[in-house]
């Protein structure tokens, strides 16, 4: 803590899109609270762009910059209370251990970690260090998802039995996540682990329960050179970013189109070796973008969800059903997150972050009403400014609905993903706790 301005240290480890929405804030809304200290990356190249931003933007001095292999020295010479971790997602355990060796707090993105060894590692620091590790899950913060499980908990369902959710990644959104290094299921645990594990969260929380046990079926199904091929479809190229044969590729992104996806990405490629436009018709692939789950709840409640990666239109269709009744809530997005931001495509052309939303509640033996469906401004529905109010903060307004996410719920989202690998590469339905004991950690954490 700087005592002489009574202001919280931040430190950020992994300067990729993600990092931006905790670099404007602690430079701008919570720059009373909070001060950022340093940066820590692979590359020089996207810190000096966030160093540039602040400077052409809020005319501030450049903050300290540090290589990845440097992270102790970073540590050491600028001080952070708390670190925040927005590295890819394999790497994540690897600076939230080294953190809390080191005696600071970890804010991390989600998903906390990719895989059980990770998980292990993360819980031993956690518990020899005794520093606390919050994950942010900002879907929780979402207004049309806090009133969702404020509905629930009001009892308009009684007691939830089932939960029928499907989750539609566009053309746009899901083809991003074949162009960067999440097609790679050693980097990001698959979208079971990386994407899924934001709507396990949810449902872990609307319902007030964790996982017991989850079948899980998959496959990469549209992506990939194989299914191209299989379709008569023929791409010669790696990359979209200056080949000509890719200028009427629906599918092409290029990285000269916004100035941070060229300073960030394409500039940080001599360093890196990162390609951040890879074709999605390209190899390798290890993920797939089909994907179903089932899975039983400690409280008895049954889950079935599915996620596809190739949809014509991005949403959600949810549907908790109870001994009293059925709550839904169908939205259709208009948010485009090629930089992390979940900023809205066309605002005048929807409501906010959404082109529809509807939410209805069907009592046992009632009238079916309608339900207004909440948005807020910024990113992600409205939740990302509630989300960095709750953090940044020293004394953040009362929260009921219990949104802040421990370590805890942090494990137990992504168990369903990393459960869901194996019960893909099984066969087999798997029982989470033969995995990782996660009511022991309940009991203690």
Known sequence: MDTMTNRKRYAIVGTGGRAGLYVEALATTYAGVGELVGLCDLSQTRMNWYNAQLAEQLDLAPLPTYPAADFERMVA???????????????????????MALGCDVITEKPMTTDLEKLRAIFAAIDGTGRSLRVTFNYRYAPAYTRFRELIWAGVVGRPQLVDFSWLLDTSHGADYFRRWHREKQNSGGLLVHKATHHFDLV?????????????????????????????EHYDYVRYTGEPAAADDPFALQLTSQDALKGLYLDAEAETGYLRDRNVFGEPITIEDTMTVTARY???????????????????????????????????????????????????????????ARMRVFPMHGTPYEVDVPVGDGGHGGAD????????????????FGRAASHIDGAASVLVGIAANESMRTGRLVHIEELFNLSERMNHG
């Open 77 to 99: 010479e600028t001080k952070p209370d708390t670190v925040i971790v927005t590295t890819m997602d394999s790497t994540h355990h690897d600076y939230i251990t080294r953190a």
């Open 204 to 232: 872990n929380w609307w319902i007030g329960s964790y996982p017991q046990s989850v079948f899980a079926l998959g496959s990469l199904s549209f992506y990939g050179k194989e299914n191209a091929e299989a379709r008569g």
């Open 298 to 356: 400690a409280n008895g409640a049954l889950l079935s969800y599915c996620l596809v990666a190739y949809s014509p239109w991005e949403g959600l269709r949810i549907a908790v059903t109870g001994d009293k009744g059925r709550i839904e809530m169908d939205i259709e997005e208009s948010i485009t997150h090629l930089l992390g931001d979940g900023e809205a495509k066309d605002a005048q052309a929807s409501k906010g972050p959404f082109k529809q």
């Open 385 to 400: 400014p509630v989300m960095l109010e709750q953090i940044f903060l020293p004394d953040p307004p009362a929260d009921p």
